[in-house]
């Protein structure tokens, strides 16, 4: 199984009521990496510019991500900037320069193209398109996007998702998406445009699978440690699609299990700034967590009638 990832790998300036830090390392593609590392052989594509510090490149060489599709190109790499209120569910963009992911036009390396796993980060849908005409057969599909795509792109997003078997999307995009305020329907309208299953993530109050009829709801962490939530998306996708293709299943079980392991990884990435915690993490803490995760949801044993207590008829 190897898992191939296309998004933005960034130098993020962020803004937090609980401190400032500047070009610290970023981007979709970098968290997705760097949390799905723990599961599985990750391969990244993407594009960087002549500033980009080695000791980047090096970090993710060190978490074993192969990258031999991370071009290096002349000018400067993607930079975004951005600020979280005390409410730190919303994340208001400062600023965005493309830089060189402005003319970014993904080429998978020969050897990707066999891979089992693709998620395609958050990135400009025809550019989504165009990773998938160079996969060969790959067993799933997901795909992230935004509110910036959802307005300008909404056509090529919607070829997207008749292509995928699987989208990532928050809250308030899946609601912009379908034009329906209520989540239930606004996730049933988004199976409708064609992906298998869509998971819907809800910042501190978790995150729900759709997949087909199937509704599964796993909740957050309830963090006393929150700092940053910047890269919590990405490191959910990043958790769900390694534990997917370590496991080497996609039946539904599998699927809500990976729900789980993406809301562990989404917990620790959060509990620092930027990429901080992710890189000290250690796999006896994720499986720690997963077991808290256990007992946070359990409420009854399934052979107890708890309810026979009430008046029968
Ligand atoms: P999230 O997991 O949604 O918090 O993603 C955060 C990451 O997305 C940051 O590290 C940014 O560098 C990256 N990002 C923000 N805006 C864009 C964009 N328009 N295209 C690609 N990546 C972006």
Known sequence: MALLVVGSVALDSLETPFGVREDVLGGSATYFSTAASFFAPVRVVAVVGEDFPEAHV?????????????????????RWSGRYEFDLNQAHTLDTQLNVFADFRPELPEGFRDSSHVFLGNIDPELQLRVLDQVRAPRIVAADTMNFWIASRRAA?????????????????????????NIVRAARAILSFGPGAVV????????????????FASSAYPLAELFDPTGAGDSFAGGFMGYLACSGSLDASAMRRAMVVGSVLASFAVERFGLDRLRDLGPGEIQARYAEFRRLAHFDDLDVDVLSVLPQG
């Open 58 to 78: 090096e970090f993710l060489r060190g978490r074993g991500v192969d990258l031999a599709g991370l071009e290096r190109r002349p000018g400067r790499t993607f």
């Open 157 to 181: 997003l919607l070829e997207v998702l008749r292509r995928v078997d699987l989208l990532f999307v928050n809250d308030a995009e899946a609601r912009q998406l379908a034009g329906e305020h």
């Open 200 to 215: 819907v993530k809800r910042g501190e109050y978790g995150a729900l699978l759709f997949a087909g009829s199937d509704v």
